[in-house]
């Protein structure tokens, strides 16, 4: 059977460094209602005073860490494709963005036309939220009904707390741990506390967004608690590792405007830990299976200085799983068994 095809589907950048093109990158972005989620005459509003500065600065950001084949994440991504196509054998597998190109339309527009049947989407993404895993799905949805595609679409669950996983990053972090450290941060990408809220709030509306862990918290809750599930990870990855409590903390990156987003912020924390005696500290990013640049960029450059000048002496930046091998055989497994209809 080859009619069974993989797509895997990451968040996107823009089409290259250039002001205008990530102007509207981060327009297609942050006008979509799962990420900034106001009224459309609000987001617009907010957007387009986002859009003031913001591609200016996120061009210079980009400019440096964007490599001759361009940028990260797509690159990164395409390997991860190439790798995991031997593992695949039920058909092609296709590479898609939620933003930008390549696009999810053209991705599954592509594989109908192959004469593919059915699709294993999978967003990259370990961690629920709806500003990454729904939008994805839900762009796939739009794109089925509105071009009448004839595909039966299966997706991955979040896989925040699967073994497989799990023990690829373990694995891919080993040459790291075993150098030495004062202390490892495993940075999430953030969200606004708002996001989260408003998917607890008919389960358990006293779900405590400032817990210190995962303990305790309900299926139900976990299920849909973005920082629950960045917690579980940590926990579950400091377990494998072998690590003590004290070594390791979590934290949250990459907010943006004004709202309370979830807490500890990356930041605080590294300024926190420089001013503890941490001298050499690894940083971790589990949200991200690929480098990208919030990774590059905002821990490996910017995190970095900010940690030394408020005194400590190295930041090692832990790279994402990207094509490590243990982590292509486990996301293949992990695909086989997706069965959850779209
Ligand atoms: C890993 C999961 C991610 C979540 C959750 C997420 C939420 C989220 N992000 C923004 C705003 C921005 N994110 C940006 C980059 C970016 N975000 C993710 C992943 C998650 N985002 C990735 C993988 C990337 C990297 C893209 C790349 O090209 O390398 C950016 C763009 C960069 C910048 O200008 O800083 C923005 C903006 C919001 C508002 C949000 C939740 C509401
Ligand atoms: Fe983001
Ligand atoms: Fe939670």
């Not at 093109?21 to 327009?27: A, K």
Request: hydrophobic residues 40%; glycine residues 6%; negative net charge.
């Amino acid at each position: 059977m080859t009619d069974h095809a993989l797509l895997l589907v990451n968040l996107g950048s823009p089409a290259s460094t250039k002001v205008e093109d990530v102007r509207s990158y981060l327009n297609q972005f942050l006008m979509d209602p799962y990420v900034v989620d106001l009224p459309w005459p609000l987001r617009r509003l907010l957007v387009s005073l986002i859009l003031i500065k913001r591609p200016a600065q996120s061009a210079h950001a980009y400019s440096s860490i964007w490599w001759p084949e361009g940028s990260p994440l797509i690159v990164l991504s395409r390997e991860l494709q190439d790798a995991i196509a031997p593992h695949w054998p039920h058909g092609p597998v296709e590479l898609a963005m939620r933003y930008g190109q390549p696009s999810i339309e053209g991705a599954l527009r592509k594989l109908a036309a192959q004469g593919v049947k059915r699709v294993t989407l999978a967003p990259l993404y370990p961690q629920f939220a709806d500003s990454t895993t729904t939008t994805a799905i839900e762009e796939a949805r739009r794109v089925i009904r509105e071009q009448g595609l004839k595909l039966e679409v299966s997706v991955l669950p979040p896989f925040f707390a699967e073994a497989d996983y799990l023990d690829a990053l373990v694995a891919s972090a080993k040459p790291y741990l075993d150098q030495g450290f004062d202390h490892l941060l495993l940075s999430f990408h953030g969200l606004p506390e708002r996001h989260i809220r408003k998917l607890v709030k008919d389960i358990d509306p006293q779900h405590d967004l400032r817990a210190p862990d995962s303990r305790g918290v309900s299926d139900e809750v976990l299920a849909v608690c973005y920082r629950s599930q960045c917690q579980r990870t940590a926990e579950a990855f400091a377990e494998r590792a072998g690590l003590q409590p004290g070594q390791w903390s979590v934290s949250f990156q990459s907010r943006l405007g004004k709202d309370k987003w979830i807490e500890p912020y990356t930041e605080t924390r590294l300024d926190e830990l420089a001013k503890q005696g941490v001298k050499k500290l690894l940083v971790m990013c589990p949200a991200f299976v690929a480098d990208c640049i919030e990774t590059l960029e905002e821990i490996g450059q910017r995190g970095s200085e900010q940690f030394q000048e408020a005194g400590g002496q190295e930041l090692v930046l832990v790279p994402c799983l990207n094509s490590h091998p243990q982590w292509v055989s486990a996301l293949a497994r992990l695909c086989e068994t997706a069965v959850r209809p779209l």
